[in-house]
Structure formats: C-alpha cells, structure tokens
C-alpha cells in the first residue's frame, strides 16, 4: 500500500538547523512536496523535488533521492515564526491521488 | 493570502442540521479539492473536481455531498452529520489534475464541530 512515514514532532533552537524527513511507499512515483501549516492556518506549498538532489528555496532547502524512497526539508536560521507543522505529500503513479504525511510539528525554543 | 477563501470559518451544528460549506478561488484554477484533517492524522482527500466534473469521491459518506456550479466555486454541503465528523474542513485548488496537482493552493479551512 500507499505510505509516508515523518516524525510527529521536531525541537529545536532559534537560529539552528533542522531536518525534517520523509520517506514514502507508493506505487510509482513521481515526486515529493512539502507544506507548512501554521496553527488555526491554511497548508502554503513549500517545495516539490522530482530530481533527486538538493533544492535550494531561501532558508529552506528541500532533498530527494529516489533510490532510498527518501527526501527530507531542512530549515535554516530558525526564526520562532518557523514554528508550524510541516508535511510531505506524494502523488501516487497508481491512481494519480495526492497522498500526504501525518505532518512533523515543529518546536523552537529562544 | 492564498486565493482561495473559504465560508464560514467556524461552523457548530446538531446531528440534525443542514449546512453548507463554501469555497472560491481567485487563482483561475480548474481543479478543486476537499479534504478533512483531523487531529493526528493526514489529510484525507474527499472529493476532486476538475472543469466542474467530480473526477474523485473517496468513498465518503453520503451525508457529505459536493457541489461544483463553475470552475471557481466549490460547496460541501452537510446533513444528519456525526460527531466523529467534527475536524477542520480544506478546500484547495491547483491549476489542473496530473503534475498540477503537486502544487496545491488551500483556503483557510472551516472548523466544524456537530453536537
């Protein structure tokens, strides 16, 4: 079956580094976005990688590789207006349907 | 802002009500979503319109029950709902279905609660 797989929650420090993964089980592929959400907000679309490699997008940068079923967003030079739950999202090659994560809640301490 | 606005923002109904839900996106999109998003679990695609004709019903319940007149606007419309239907309701649209969908554009979400 369909799957992806992200931590539930995230901590880290203003002004670090962070790393959200994803990995995803599906039946074809086709490439990998990212959302962020803000509490009470609407998803915003982050990033989509269809190449593998990294992407570049301001502070935020997202990675895939295909090979490893694996991509991850990484978020530098946190600001506490980072905080925010962040999902992966995949469109399945089976049925074209857009799949997405449970979403990685992101804490940043000052 | 993201182009797409949604009405009411907040709903509270009885297991007996009928409510509608509205959409609209400002983004000359063809194709719209709903989707409901609960506490601790993905986002759940419910139903897909691409040129006003539903192309996706993910087997969701018959009290739920969307309308599409035009290209930009979407209605969910609710009866006899559960409490287990109580969530955060997303309309988004993308530019059309295929790759477009990648990049969707979401509304602001009606929060529901049915007592």
């Known amino acids: 079956g369909q799957s992806l797989e992200q931590p539930s929650e995230v901590t880290a420090v203003e002004g670090a580094i962070v790393q959200i993964n994803c990995t995803y089980q599906?039946?074809?592929?086709?490439?990998l976005s990212w959302y962020q959400q803000h509490d009470g907000g609407a998803p915003t679309f982050l990033s989509y990688n269809a190449l593998d490699g990294l992407e570049e997008t301001g502070r935020f940068s997202s990675f895939l590789s295909r090979s490893d079923s694996y991509g991850y967003l990484l978020l530098q030079e946190l600001q506490m207006k980072d905080s925010a739950s962040y999902f992966c999202a995949v469109r399945d090659g089976r049925d074209d349907k857009i799949i997405f994560g449970k979403g990685t809640r992101l804490h940043i301490l000052p | 802002e993201t182009g797409v606005t949604q009405t009411p923002r907040h709903l509270v109904m009885g297991m007996t009500n009928k409510k509608s839900l509205k959409c609209e996106q400002h983004?000359?999109?063809?194709?719209m979503y709903w989707y409901k998003q609960s506490a601790k679990k993905p986002l759940e695609l419910m139903f897909v319109?691409?040129?006003?004709?539903?192309?996706e019903n993910n087997s969701v319940p018959s009290r739920f029950s969307p309308e599409c007149p035009n290209s930009s606007h979407l209605f969910l419309h609710l009866h006899t709902l559960q409490p287990e239907d109580s969530a955060l309701y997303l309309c988004?649209?993308?530019?059309?279905?295929?790759?477009?969908?990648?990049?969707?554009?979401f509304g602001p979400g009606t929060r529901l609660l049915v007592l």
């Open positions: 983004l000359g999109h063809n194709a």
């Open positions: 988004a649209s993308s530019q059309d279905l295929g790759a477009s969908q990648e990049t969707q554009y």
């Open positions: 319109y691409n040129f006003k004709e539903q192309t």
């Open positions: 599906t039946s074809g592929f086709y490439g």
